[in-house]
């Protein structure tokens, strides 16, 4: 042999099936504690900051201590020791009258939860006291408000031991959508498998809204709760009693996350200055000014313990949000972005050493090449806990097609460190998502997360696919489609072109099929498989109205077709050709403001 391969990591199939070699990735080591940090990781380029060697055992609350003992012993008040999945054991000594309430304290004192039972049955590769250690070290968390938990919360986990996860995000603006809507699309984003659902409303009944959502939804949800904060009050306004209370009523309700954008502090603004786009995220700019306004510091920051107070007493997880987060290449991995980052690193400790669980938040625009780097800098900085990012997007001139863009750069995060991806639509920096653009924006984003786990080696993250495989060698289109993730598309394109189902792929026709031709080769065993066998043809079913429709479709729409769409309403805003009057370059600007006050509920941030 003239060629070696490198050191080879887990298989993603559960038997081993074809000839390939395995996982390129570092094999896994599920473990308690600090030995656990290379789970499911790519190799390092050289160059790449190495994992941090503290855990959430290294913050814990004043009070508590920990170390690895020699056996089991019996328990007193105020200690106790438990096996690990390592098989070594711990022992914790914690204030004698403490009572646990959150995953994390559970899992500090070796409790295994109904929901880390129910999460290893979902991730079967993984045991319920793995999952337990992972909790404990702050490398996974279990979003599960205690409230959502008494309504139809399936629970389910976040981190770098289990499958990669996607978020969905939705909510109703003051221009598009309502309460019927948003529930009509989390129960659309569900079907196409997101993991969790974000809702960003920030028009229409909030409260109504919301909590439709949580008694409606089987999946964790998540919430930037300054929205609501400022809603019908002055941004100037906002202050601690109005944070915590806002706060405390969302996780009465049921949310499970929440977005806080505590890591953007004043000494951080002055690096934004010179960026080609400013700061892009809602929350970042909203305290930046809030902020600027008061000359004080961030009130999120400054009062970070009393909101971990509220957040502990409903175990709602704290999702730390990225104010800074690059919106441009041009802006990626700036001083801003990882001073800020280095700011959220130290909100994790200080989360941790409260009990209550953590995920950090990452960038959504980032050349390919600064991926890596940046999901493996929050790996150091951030000591593992579970990094969520937007994307990334990997170049920025191909608006409409940004559910593309950004799923190539959140295959590279997800293999290089990132535990859940939040999906980009293709309605992504042109409009809040339709129906259609959930489901794009979910497949997308499945491809992505599904393509890393393999790449990781994840045990049985590719039985499916060789599933398929051995569907497709047999010209199996029946079983075909069934494997596939969205079979209606799947076999309304094949009855497009041929209405038999043959022996033959549509592409090729009989004499050039490849695949007729390898199962007819005595010596091959491709397509011979004899679960997937079949020997003969059979007409399929007509389409279906569903199938006919996602054809019609298919494509790109014509000029006058987007021209339509984008001039729909022209009537609203007083234009008659062209742009719409509420645009300054079309009109003079007293105009312009008259036609969105009557239009648009203007939100105060003065």
């Known amino acids: 042999m003239s060629y070696k ?9 559960s038997t081993a099936a074809g000839t390939t070699p395995g996982s390129f990735a570092k094999k896994s080591h599920i473990a308690p504690g600090v030995e656990g940090r290379w789970t499911f990781a790519s190799p390092d380029t050289p160059g790449m900051p190495e994992p941090s060697s503290k855990t959430a055992w290294d913050f814990l609350p004043d009070g508590w201590t920990t170390e690895i003992v020699g056996q089991a012993s019996s328990s007193i008040p105020g200690e106790i020791v438990f096996r690990q999945s390592d ?34 049955e979902r991730e079967p590769h993984l045991t319920a006291e793995q999952v337990r250690d992972e909790v404990a070290s702050g490398r996974m968390v279990i979003p599960a408000n205690r409230v959502h938990l008494e309504h139809q ?42 993991d969790t659902v974000m809702d960003l409303s920030t028009g229409g009944d909030l409260d109504e809204c919301r909590q439709a959502i949580i008694e409606n ?36 309700q049921g949310v499970d996350y929440f977005t806080i954008h505590a890591g953007v502090l004043q000494e951080h603004l002055q690096y934004v200055k010179d960026r080609l786009i400013g700061i892009v995220s809602r929350g970042g700019s909203l305290l930046a000014k809030w902020m600027i306004d008061h000359g004080e510091q961030n009130p999120m920051y400054t009062g970070w313990e009393q909101i971990c107070d509220v957040m502990r007493e409903y175990d709602v997880t704290f999702s730390i949000g990225d104010g800074l987060r690059p919106g441009g290449l041009s802006d990626a991995t700036d001083h801003a972005q990882l001073a800020e980052l280095s700011t959220l690193g130290e909100l994790t400790e200080r989360a941790w050493r409260k009990g209550v669980q953590v995920m950090i938040e990452g960038p959504g625009h980032v050349p390919f090449d600064q991926i890596e780097y940046n999901m493996k800098l929050e790996r150091q900085l951030c000591h593992g806990a579970p990094f969520y990012v937007l994307g990334p997007l990997v170049t920025d001139i191909f608006p409409g097609y940004d559910h593309i863009t950004s799923c190539i750069g959140a295959t590279s995060a997800a293999y290089h460190g990132a535990s859940m991806l939040c999906y980009v639509t293709p309605k992504e ?22 393509s890393a786990d393999v790449a990781l080696g994840i045990p049985g993250t590719r039985d499916r696919d060789d599933e398929l495989t051995k569907a497709r060698a047999a010209l199996n289109w029946e079983k075909h489609f069934e494997l596939s993730f969205d079979p209606d598309t799947a076999r309304a394109y094949h009855d497009e072109d041929l209405d038999v189902d043959t022996d033959f792929c549509a592409m090729c026709g009989h004499d050039w099929c490849s695949v007729r031709i390898s199962k007819e080769i005595v010596e091959f065993a491709s ?7 079949w020997d003969r043809a059979k007409v399929s079913e007509a389409l279906s109205e569903e199938q006919k429709e996602i054809l019609e479709k298919r494509g790109v729409l014509s000029p006058d077709e987007i021209h339509k769409l984008a001039s729909k309403t022209k009537k609203a805003v007083g234009a008659t050709d062209g742009k719409a009057s509420c645009h300054s370059d079309y009109t003079d600007s007293v105009t312009a403001q008259q036609i969105q006050n009557a239009e648009i509920v203007e939100l105060k941030v003065e």
């Open 153 to 194: 919360l399936d629970p389910m986990c976040i981190g770098r031991a289990s499958k990669t996860k996607v978020n969905a995000n939705m909510g109703a603006s003051p221009v598009s959508s309502g309460t019927h809507e948003e529930v009509e699309k989390l129960k659309w984003a569900e079907k196409w498998g997101a």
């Open 87 to 120: 098989e070594t054991f711990r022992k914790v000594t914690f204030p004698a009258d403490f009572q646990p309430i959150t995953q994390l304290e559970s899992a500090r004192l070796g409790i295994v939860t109904p929901e880390m039972k129910r999460v290893a």
């Open 429 to 450: 920096h042109l409009g809040l998502p339709k129906k259609d653009d959930v489901k794009q924006g979910c497949i997308a984003y499945k491809i992505a997360a599904h």
């Open 5 to 13: 391969l490198p050191n080879l990591g887990n298989n993603p199939s």
């Open 527 to 533: 397509g011979k498989d004899e679960i997937y066998k």
């Open 217 to 252: 939804s089987r999946v964790p949800i998540g919430t930037v709760p300054i929205y609501s904060m400022i809603i019908g009050r002055k941004l100037y306004d906002l202050n601690m009693d109005i944070i915590l209370d806002s706060l405390r009523h969302q996780a009465a």
